[in-house]
C-alpha cells in the first residue's frame, strides 16, 4: 500500500539554524500539509499546499516556516531559525484530490520528523 | 470555536471487550469525521471516516456520528492486543484541501 515517507526519522539541530524536513507524499496526491506534535499535545495544522501555492495555514505557521514542492516528488517544511519551542514532532499528510461529486477524501499521515531543538 | 474534546485515558480493557472511544466538538459547521490509530512512534493511521450522522460499520470498528449532540464516538467489537495504541478523532469542515482538528487522543491498553 503507498505511504507517505519523511527523512530523517529524528533531526537534532541547534538553536537558531535553519532546518528542512523532508516528505515524499503518495505519488497520485495532488493536497499536501504540514502538522506537528508537541510531546503530551494535540496534533496542530501548519499549512496546506496545493497546485504549487499554500492553501491554507495556521497561525503557528509563521514567517519562520516556509513550504516548498522542489520537484514532481519531494515537499519541504523550512524553519529557518529554529527556537526551543519548535521541539515536537512534524508529520507531513498527503490527500487526493475530489471533484465536487465526491466526498472527502482524508488525509494519509507519515511516521513523522522527531525535531529536538538544542 | 473549533474545539475538538477526547478524553485521554488511559483506557485499560480485557481482550475481548467492547471498546467505546468518543470525541466532542462545539463547532456545528464540521462536516467530515476520522478516526486515526497511532502506535507509538508511528504516524497517524486513518481507520474511519464519515461525513454525515448515523453508523459506519467496518470489520470490528463501528465509527459513530451524532451531528445534533455535536458528539462522535469509535466503538472497537472482540479488542485484541494489537489494538492497544492512541486512537485520534479528527474532523474539518468541508471537502479535501482544509486542515484537520484532532483530539487530544485515547490511550488504549488491551490486556491480553
Known amino acids: 500500500e503507498p505511504e507517505v515517507t519523511q527523512t530523517p526519522s529524528h533531526q537534532v539541530t541547534q538553536m537558531g539554524q535553519e532546518v528542512i524536513l523532508r516528505c515524499v507524499p503518495i505519488?497520485?496526491?495532488?493536497?499536501f500539509y504540514w502538522y506537528r506534535q508537541i510531546l503530551g499535545q494535540k496534533v496542530e495544522f501548519l499549512v496546506s499546499?496545493?497546485?504549487?501555492?499554500?492553501?491554507?495555514k495556521s497561525e503557528i505557521f509563521d514567517d519562520q516556516f516556509s513550504v516548498e514542492r522542489p520537484d514532481g516528488s519531494n515537499f519541504t517544511l523550512k524553519i529557518r531559525s529554529t527556537k526551543l519551542e519548535d521541539s515536537a514532532m512534524y508529520f507531513c499528510?498527503?490527500?487526493?484530490?475530489?471533484?465536487?461529486?465526491?466526498?472527502?477524501?482524508?488525509?494519509?499521515f507519515g511516521d513523522g520528523t522527531r525535531l529536538s531543538i538544542l | 470555536q473549533k474545539e475538538v474534546e477526547q478524553d485521554p485515558g488511559p483506557l485499560s480493557v480485557p481482550e475481548g471487550a467492547i471498546v467505546s472511544l468518543n470525541c466532542t466538538y462545539s463547532?456545528?459547521?464540521?462536516?467530515?469525521f476520522m478516526w486515526y490509530r497511532q502506535y507509538s512512534r508511528k504516524g497517524p493511521e486513518l481507520l474511519m471516516y464519515?461525513?454525515?450522522?448515523g453508523n459506519k460499520e467496518d470489520g470490528r470498528f463501528t465509527a459513530q456520528v451524532d451531528k445534533s449532540s455535536k458528539y462522535i464516538s469509535l466503538f472497537i467489537r472482540d479488542s485484541q492486543p494489537s489494538d492497544s495504541a492512541t486512537y485520534l478523532c479528527?474532523?474539518?469542515?468541508?471537502?479535501?484541501?482544509?486542515?484537520?482538528?484532532f483530539g487530544t487522543g485515547t490511550s488504549l491498553t488491551v490486556i491480553p
Open positions: 499546499f496545493y497546485n504549487n501555492e499554500i492553501s491554507e
Open positions: 505519488s497520485n496526491h495532488l493536497y
Open positions: 463547532n456545528s459547521a464540521f462536516q467530515y
Open positions: 499528510a498527503s490527500s487526493v484530490r475530489t471533484g465536487r461529486s465526491e466526498r472527502n477524501q482524508p488525509q494519509h
Open positions: 464519515t461525513y454525515s450522522s
Open positions: 479528527a474532523m474539518s469542515l468541508r471537502d479535501t484541501g482544509n486542515q484537520f482538528y
